[in-house]
C-alpha cells in the first residue's frame, strides 16, 4: 500500500468552506503532491476533535485560511494554534489576505509553525478603495447621491465644501505596498504625497517625501490615508493627539484595519468638525458599525470591500495556495511574514 | 453711459472689475425682456454673465429669448460660465451677432475626476456597498462576482476634448487599456491613447464606455440602442457630458436585460427631474450634476469667464468664444 499524500486543508469562505474561485489552480498545483481536505466543521469544538490523531483532519501539514473561517471555527487565537502545534504535522499556514491579525503569530514562531499572507495580490484592489474614498470625501459625492435618491437633487448640497483632488496633499502612514500603490494612483492628479514610515522607503519614488514623525505627518495632510497593519503597537495609532495635530477640515481615510483609529476620538472631532469628513472600509468590530458614524452624511462608509472582486479574490486565493505549494514542494513559501523571518 | 455688464446667476466672488456689474432682479422672463430700454434697470448693458441657475427665473437662452434680447438690448456677448452652452441657442446668437464664450478648461480636472469616481464605484460596486452598509446589511447584497478591478480594463473614450484627455490621464495611472473615437484624430495625444476609427468599433471594445462630446443636433441619442448593444454584455456607461446624449428607454432596457451591467451618471434628460426607474437598479451610481462643482472649480469658472468679459469690454473682443460662433467674427463684435 502506498503512502498517503500529504494533506492540506482549506479552511475557506463561510457557505461551502471551499475556495470560492481557484478550484482549477487548486487542482494543478497539488496534483501528484498533495490531498485537499475541506474544512467543515460548524464550530470549534468539532474542528479541534477533528485535529486528533485518527480525527478527519489528520495527517493535515499546511492550511490555507480565509477569515471567513472565523464565522465557524473563530480566530486562529492561542487554543487554535496550540491544536495545531500538538497535531505535529502542520507546519504551515497560508493566510489569504494581506492583514494577519486574525492569526496569533508568535505563538506560531514559539510553536515552529510558519504563516504566510498574501501582500501583493492585494495592493490594486485596496488601494482604488483608498483612492475611491479619498475622492468621494474631498469632493462630497456620497453626500450628493445620498441628496438624489432622497429626491432632492443637488438642493441642500454646498458647493463650496466640495474641493477638488488635484494640488491637495495626501499624508500616507505606512508605505507598503498598498500605501504606494495609492501613491500612484494619486500622483497621476497630481497630489502632493507624504509619507511616514518606521523606516524611510527604499522603494519611494523621488516624488514620495518622507516626514521623519506621526505627528509632521499629519500635521501636513489635507487627507490622511492609514496603510498600516493592526498589530499591538498600532491599536489606536491615531488617536486624540493626532487628529488635533491635523489642519481643521482634514479628512481621515482607512482601508487598513478599524482599531487603528481611536474611533471615539475621531467621532468627536467630526462633531465638531476638526475632521471635515471621514471615508471608511474598515472598523473595530466589523460587522458592527457605530452608527454614530451615519449620522454624518458627508461621510463615505464601505462595508470591508477592499478586495471584494473576482479578480483581485482569484489573484489572493492562487496567491496563498502558491504559498502551500511551495512549502510543499520547496520546503519554504515566498511570502512568510516579517516576524516570522527572523526565526528562520 | 458707462457700457454694462448684467450677472445672470449666482456669482461668488467680489471680484474688482473696471465696469459696473448690474445683479439680476427680475423674476420672470418678460420682466427680464422688458427691462434693456430706456429707463430700465438693465439699461446699456452690452454683455451678461450666464450661470444655468439663471434658467429656474428666466429660462434657457433659447430662440426666442435671443431674438428678444437682440431686440431690445445692446447686448454683444454672453460669457457662459461653464464649459456647457447647450441652453443658449448659438443659432440664433449667429444670427443676430451675439457672441457666446464659455470656460472650456476651467472644470476639465473637476468633471474629469467625477467621471474616475462614477467608474470605480461601477466597476466595484460601492454606491451600492454603501446604501447596504447604511441600511444596516453590511455587504450582505455584494457579489464579488459581479465586480472586476479596474486595472487592465478597456476604457472608451468617446469625445477627447479636455475633459476626455484628462480623464485618460487619470485611468492610465492604474492603466486601463485607453481608447477613444472623436469626430478627429487628436493632435499631441499620449501614444497609450488608441484612436479608432469609429464609434462602433469604439463600443465593440470597450468595458466602460464614457461620453464627453458636447450636446447638440448631431449627438443628440448618439448613444442609442444600437451603440449600447455594440458593447460587450456586462459593460459599464458614463455620462458625465449631457443626459441627452444617451437615449435613456434603450440604456434602461440594457439594466433590465443585464446587457449593461451598470451606469454611472452625473447628467440626466431633465434636470433636476430624474426618471425614477434609474433608482431602481441598485447597482447605478447616480449623482446630480456635481461634476465641474468644487470650490476651486467654481472660482476658476467665474475668474475665467469675467476675464472674457472684462477683454470683450474693453477691448471689444474676448477670448474662449464657442466653436460654432469662431468663424463669425467681424465687426459685428465691435462696441
Not at chain 1, 8 to 29: K, M
Not at chain 1, 45 to 61: C, E, P, T
Not at chain 1, 110 to 131: E, F, H, M, W, Y
Amino acid at each position: 500500500m502506498s503512502p498517503r499524500q500529504p494533506r492540506i486543508l482549506i479552511c475557506g469562505s463561510a457557505l461551502a468552506g471551499n475556495l470560492v474561485w481557484a478550484h482549477e489552480e487548486a487542482r494543478q498545483f497539488f496534483d501528484g503532491l498533495a490531498d485537499l481536505v475541506v474544512m467543515d466543521s460548524p464550530n470549534r469544538a468539532d474542528f479541534l476533535v477533528g485535529l486528533k490523531s485518527g480525527g478527519k483532519y489528520d495527517q493535515i501539514v499546511g492550511i490555507y485560511r480565509h477569515n471567513t473561517s472565523a464565522d465557524r471555527i473563530g480566530v486562529f487565537d492561542e487554543e487554535i494554534i496550540d491544536a495545531l502545534a500538538e497535531t505535529g504535522t502542520v507546519k504551515w499556514i497560508a493566510h489569504n489576505g494581506a492583514g494577519y491579525d486574525q492569526i496569533d503569530v508568535s505563538r506560531c514562531a514559539n510553536k515552529g509553525i510558519s504563516v504566510s499572507n498574501t501582500p501583493g495580490a492585494v495592493d490594486d484592489a485596496t488601494a482604488t478603495t483608498a483612492l475611491y474614498l479619498v475622492i468621494s470625501c474631498l469632493r462630497n459625492y456620497a453626500w450628493a447621491e445620498q441628496s438624489l435618491r432622497q429626491g432632492t437633487f443637488k438642493s441642500g448640497l454646498d458647493p463650496g465644501r466640495a474641493h477638488d483632488v488635484t494640488g491637495r496633499t495626501l499624508g500616507i502612514l505606512g508605505l507598503g505596498g498598498i500605501g504606494l500603490r495609492l501613491a500612484h494612483l494619486v500622483h497621476a492628479f497630481p497630489m502632493r504625497v507624504v509619507y511616514y514610515s518606521r523606516n524611510k522607503s527604499a522603494n519611494a519614488p523621488e516624488w514620495c517625501e518622507y516626514i521623519d514623525s506621526l505627528e509632521g505627518l499629519c500635521r501636513e495632510s489635507d487627507v490622511l490615508s492609514l496603510h498600516v497593519p493592526l498589530r499591538d503597537e498600532t491599536v489606536h495609532l491615531v488617536g486624540e493627539k493626532e487628529i488635533r495635530v491635523m489642519k481643521k477640515g482634514s479628512i481621515i481615510v482607512n482601508t487598513a484595519r478599524g482599531k487603528v483609529i481611536d474611533e471615539e476620538a475621531m467621532i468627536r472631532a467630526l462633531e465638531d468638525g476638526h475632521l471635515s469628513s471621514v471615508g471608511l472600509d474598515v472598523y473595530p468590530n466589523e460587522p458592527l458599525v457605530n452608527p454614530r458614524l451615519l449620522e454624518f452624511p458627508q461621510n463615505v462608509l464601505l462595508p470591508h470591500m477592499g478586495t471584494e472582486n473576482q479578480d483581485s479574490q482569484r489573484h489572493m486565493e492562487v496567491r496563498a495556495l502558491t504559498n502551500l505549494r511551495d512549502f510543499l514542494r520547496d520546503g519554504q513559501g515566498n511570502d512568510l511574514i516579517p516576524e516570522l523571518r527572523s526565526k528562520l | 453711459m458707462l457700457p454694462r455688464v448684467l450677472v445672470c446667476g449666482q456669482y461668488l466672488l467680489m471680484c474688482h472689475l473696471p465696469f459696473p456689474l448690474q445683479h439680476l432682479i427680475s423674476e420672470s422672463r418678460s420682466h427680464f425682456l422688458s427691462s434693456f430700454g430706456p429707463g430700465g434697470p438693465y439699461e446699456g448693458t452690452v454683455a451678461l454673465y450666464r450661470r444655468n441657475t439663471s434658467s429656474a427665473v428666466i429660462g434657457k437662452f433659447d430662440a426666442p429669448l435671443i431674438h428678444a434680447l437682440a431686440d431690445t438690448s445692446k447686448v454683444r456677448w454672453i460669457a457662459q460660465s461653464s464649459s456647457g452652452y447647450d441652453e443658449i441657442d448659438v443659432q440664433a446668437c449667429k444670427e443676430r451677432g451675439i457672441l457666446v464664450s464659455n470656460t472650456p478648461r476651467a472644470n476639465e480636472d473637476a468633471t474629469a475626476t467625477t467621471t474616475l469616481y462614477l467608474m470605480i464605484s461601477c466597476l466595484r460596486r460601492f454606491s451600492m456597498a454603501e446604501r447596504s452598509l447604511r441600511s444596516g446589511t453590511w455587504k450582505t447584497p455584494c457579489d464579488a462576482a459581479q465586480t472586476h478591478d479596474v486595472t487592465g480594463r478597456t476604457l472608451g473614450i468617446f469625445g477627447l476634448g479636455g475633459i476626455g484627455l484628462r480623464f485618460a490621464h487619470l485611468a492610465h495611472a492604474f492603466p486601463m487599456r485607453i481608447i477613444y473615437f472623436s469626430r478627429r484624430k487628436a493632435e499631441s495625444v499620449p501614444d497609450w491613447c488608441e484612436y479608432v476609427l469609429s464609434l462602433e468599433e469604439l463600443c465593440k471594445q470597450a468595458d466602460v464606455l464614457s461620453i464627453h462630446v458636447p450636446l447638440n443636433q448631431s449627438t443628440t441619442g448618439i448613444i442609442g440602442e444600437k451603440e449600447i448593444r455594440t458593447l460587450r454584455r456586462g459593460s459599464v456607461l458614463l455620462n458625465t457630458s449631457r443626459g441627452r446624449i444617451v437615449d435613456q428607454e434603450a440604456m434602461i432596457r440594457a439594466l433590465e436585460d443585464g446587457h449593461l451591467s451598470s451606469v454611472g451618471l452625473d447628467v440626466y434628460p431633465d434636470e433636476p427631474r430624474v426618471d425614477p426607474r434609474l433608482l431602481t437598479f441598485p447597482q447605478c451610481t447616480l449623482l446630480p450634476h456635481i461634476g465641474g462643482v468644487s470650490a476651486e472649480s467654481s472660482r476658476a469658472k467665474e475668474l475665467q469667464a469675467l476675464r472674457n468679459l472684462k477683454a470683450f469690454v474693453l477691448g471689444g473682443i474676448g477670448e474662449d468664444i464657442v466653436p460654432e460662433l469662431k468663424t463669425g467674427i467681424g465687426n459685428s463684435t465691435m462696441l
